[in-house]
């Protein structure tokens, strides 16, 4: 929804908000939100020193850039989102890799099944209050090979 202030001292909603833009020497305002999906907001905002400065020609001209900026935010922002997801699969990829090679080196130095031998990582992962892919990633370490690589196409 626009909100246009044409002028500030005579606004009544917002009277903190409205004192301090006049002590600023702003008389006029426009916020016009872009059209986001999901969560995010974002709001173009302009004030002037001008009172009724965002009339005419000048509102119809802030509401055209908001309707079509919007379109570029929004794949922005999908971008931004697809980035981050892919960024913590390739996270947890790698976190559950370095737990089921410590699980093996486990399962042959203790000859025992992989239920048993993950039950071994958790406990210790308990005993020394860390997560669990730190205790995994020191049981591989411990080994002296460098640590374990995870392999993927991405």
Known sequence: MTVHVP????????PEYCEALLDQG?????AI?????????ATLLLYSH???????RVLTAAEDFVRQTS???R?????AHYSETA????ATLESRTVID???????AQNRCSQQDAFELLKAASSTRNSKLHVVAAAVVNALGQGPALTHYEG
């Open 87 to 90: 960024a913590h699969l390739r």
């Open 26 to 30: 702003v008389r006029s305002v426009l």
């Open 75 to 79: 794949l922005a922002v999908r971008f």
């Open 7 to 14: 002028e500030v001292k005579d606004e009544e909603r917002w």
């Open 101 to 107: 090679v410590a699980v093996g080196i486990i399962m």
């Open 71 to 73: 379109l570029a935010l």
């Open 33 to 41: 939100p872009f059209r986001l999906e999901g969560e995010t907001k």
């Open 50 to 56: 001008r009172a009724c400065r965002f009339e005419g």
